[in-house]
């Protein structure tokens, strides 16, 4: 049995919406955010106290770009994945990890200077320099979706759901009226699925924080 530990609209939400899109069975436990302050027994589960975390059966995994990759490979029942003989290989692999190595790492600094930490520890300079890095750092992409309607191979994969959520944050933090055009309706076109409704609000009602935008 597939089981996810998840707090909403943080990165779990990658997770969550890939198992929707399988329709796979999976047990869901919906947590406060941070969980390893509000569910001190979390970290029984998971040492780091970070989520998401996923366990199926003796299979565990914390980073949620490597759990996309797990559950496309492992089970088949959709295919979300590109074949290591496709052409399109290299750039699915890409796109699946320089969501986190390129496009969360500085939301996650907006997040923590801006909103996470208290009054007198925030950084409002911090704020902006990284929300103006993460634009910047959309430029591979915004050329990209002038000429494709999804990441690689001309359909729907894992690689689309792990940016989708890059740029769905992004818009929560209030950036997307900087994203370009097609970048704009690239995000629009991805939480139009019935994969991505049915999911996003899930774990709202015990969530202690709300995303607010920010102003550059």
């Avoid at 919406?17 to 955010?33: C, D, I, N, T, V």
């Avoid at 704020?127 to 890095?133: F, G, L, P, Q, S």
């Avoid at 959309?138 to 689309?160: G, P, Q, S």
Wanted: hydrophobic fraction near 40%; include cysteine.
């Amino acid at each position: 049995m597939i089981e996810l530990w998840h707090c909403h609209n943080t990165r779990s939400l990658r997770v969550l919406w890939a198992l929707e899109e399988m329709k796979l069975k999976y047990r869901l436990h919906s947590l406060p955010f941070p969980p390893r302050i509000l569910e001190r027994s979390y970290l029984e589960t998971n040492p780091l106290g970070t989520v998401p975390f996923l366990k199926d059966d003796e299979t565990t995994l914390t980073e949620s770009s490597a759990m996309l990759l797990y559950l496309a490979e492992r089970y088949q029942k959709i295919n979300l994945t590109v074949a290591t003989t496709h052409k399109d290989y290299g750039a699915y692999l890409n796109w699946l990890f320089s969501s986190d190595a390129t496009l969360t790492f500085p939301q996650t600094l907006i997040l923590r200077y801006g909103q996470f930490e208290k009054l007198e520890r925030r950084q409002p300079q911090v704020v902006k320099d990284y929300a103006i890095w993460y634009l910047a750092r959309l430029k591979r992409l915004n050329i990209h979706l002038e000429h494709h309607t999804y990441l690689v191979a001309n359909k729907f994969t894992m690689a689309d759901i792990s940016i989708g959520y890059a740029l769905y944050l992004g818009e929560l933090l209030g950036l997307a009226k900087s994203y370009q055009p097609q970048t704009y309706a690239y995000l629009q076109k991805l939480k139009n699925r019935e994969s991505f409704i049915a999911i996003k609000n899930i774990g709202q009602e015990i969530s202690n924080y709300t995303i607010k935008s920010i102003e550059l």
